[in-house]
């Protein structure tokens, strides 16, 4: 079941998981843009057991099964010749690039936010231990989706390794967040490099981000980012300008 949040939107969302799941498990048909949205709000408040939960049961609902398997009902089965990977496939829907990115992405944030002790915990002298040299595992999105992928989801490659990559020059590049959960984990994982690197090899499976100049590559990568953004800036404002001039210069047509 899910986590209870207490009242507010966290059982709101509860409840809306529990009444789509009764709906879907009826038999009627529940729009895979539903559950991706749920999904989302899932991850982006961090309550990441009950996203791979809900993942891994939404994979198998809407997943290849036997012809001869009672559920999903045979009028909203996918035949299991399509393959997952055609765009139309509810699978390729839900799971989408954007999706696997922010899944992959939400694996390190949210392990690396500065955990707020309660009140209470504090007046009762319940304070946890932090040891700052601890690294906490960041690559749990990393195998959800490697998890998903067993379940038959197809997986982006570039879209996973390019969030990687969002990640790490978030964390290693140059500039300031203007977010303080990423500020603080940048300070956290300070000269921490190689042992990211080795987490996520360990996630993906073979060697990738270990055994090469990682640093340098995130430092291109981040330039190259940059002069992206600078020269989108520059053609805002070109933009804006020549509207603004357009009006004025009409004037001299008359």
């Not at 207490?6 to 879907?24: C, E, F, Q, S, T």
């Not at 309550?47 to 993942?55: K, P, T």
């Amino acid at each position: 079941g899910m986590t209870d949040a207490g009242p507010g939107p966290g059982n709101d969302l509860n409840m809306v998981i529990a009444i789509l799941k009764r709906i879907m498990r009826s038999g009627s048909f529940v729009p895979i843009l539903h559950w991706r949205e749920i999904l989302r709000r899932l991850g982006k408040v961090g309550r990441f057991d009950d996203l791979h939960n809900l993942c891994v049961e939404l994979a198998a609902w809407y997943g290849p099964v036997a012809p001869s398997a009672a559920w999903p009902p045979r009028r909203f089965r996918v035949p299991a010749q399509v393959p997952t990977s055609h765009h139309l496939h509810p699978l390729r829907m839900l799971f989408n690039v954007s999706l696997q990115k922010a899944i992959v992405e939400w694996g390190f944030i949210h392990k690396l936010k500065r955990r707020t002790i309660p009140l209470e915990d504090i007046r009762q002298g319940m304070i946890p231990i932090i040891r700052t040299n601890d690294l906490p595992v960041v690559t749990s999105g990393i195998t959800l989706l490697k998890q998903l992928n067993h379940h038959g989801v197809y997986i982006d490659g570039p879209g996973v390794r390019s969030a990687i990559f969002n990640r790490l020059i978030t964390y290693y590049g140059p500039g300031r967040s203007n977010r303080r959960y990423n500020r603080w984990a940048k300070a956290r994982l300070q000269g921490k490099m190689p042992l990211v690197a080795k987490q996520i090899d360990d996630a993906l499976g073979g060697k990738f981000f270990t055994g090469v100049d990682l640093s340098r590559i995130v430092r291109a990568r981040a330039t190259k980012r940059l002069m992206s953004v600078r020269r989108g800036w520059d053609k805002t404002y070109a933009a804006k300008r020549m509207a603004y001039l357009m009006p004025r210069l009409g004037r001299f047509d008359r």
